[in-house]
């Protein structure tokens, strides 16, 4: 009776896995569809933060490079010309005696979020500098990620 016992229970738990079954199609498109609708309505709002990281990431590299500008000038007595450039953080100009750069970490503080160079202009009389980006547009003006930025 035992074994009965034993083999009808065995073939009781077979039936029972044989009737395990997987998730049906309509299943699987509700599925979907849902993910879907969630990432048609986040994305609008991921892509907007991700705008503002960016123009955020250019007002800080800028206030960096200024204060790099700032380094250089207390080392050489002077800002580099505007022909000089920016790259005179980086490689050592002729004539700066006391260049003791480089002034920034890698040459990506060179370049905005966008991947355009940074602007430099030294004022007339050498007593101010002028560091710029014109935005993700590239041109003058704009708003949001296209404004133009400098310190």
């Known amino acids: 009776m035992v074994r009965t016992e034993a083999a ?5 738990r077979r039936q029972h ?18 993910i879907a609708l969630v990432a048609t309505l986040a994305t609008p709002q991921v892509l907007r933060y991700l705008g503002s990281a960016k123009t955020n990431a250019a ?5 960096n490079v200024e204060s790099a500008l700032e380094l250089y000038y207390i080392d050489n007595a002077r ?24 002034y920034l970490k890698g040459s990506g503080g060179l370049d905005d979020p966008w991947g ?13 500098v002028k560091v710029r980006t014109l935005g993700r547009d590239g041109s003058g003006g704009g708003t949001g990620e296209d404004q133009d930025l400098t310190n």
């Open 116 to 128: 355009k160079p940074y602007q430099y202009e030294l004022s007339a009389d050498g007593s101010a």
């Open 17 to 34: 896995e044989a009737h395990i079954e997987g998730f049906t199609l309509v299943e699987l498109l509700v599925v979907l569809a849902i």
């Open 8 to 12: 009808i229970a065995r073939r009781a």
């Open 59 to 63: 007002k800080a590299q800028i206030r």
């Open 79 to 102: 800002y580099p010309t505007t022909d000089e450039g920016l790259s005179a953080l980086m490689i050592a100009p002729k004539g700066a005696t006391g260049w003791t750069g480089p």
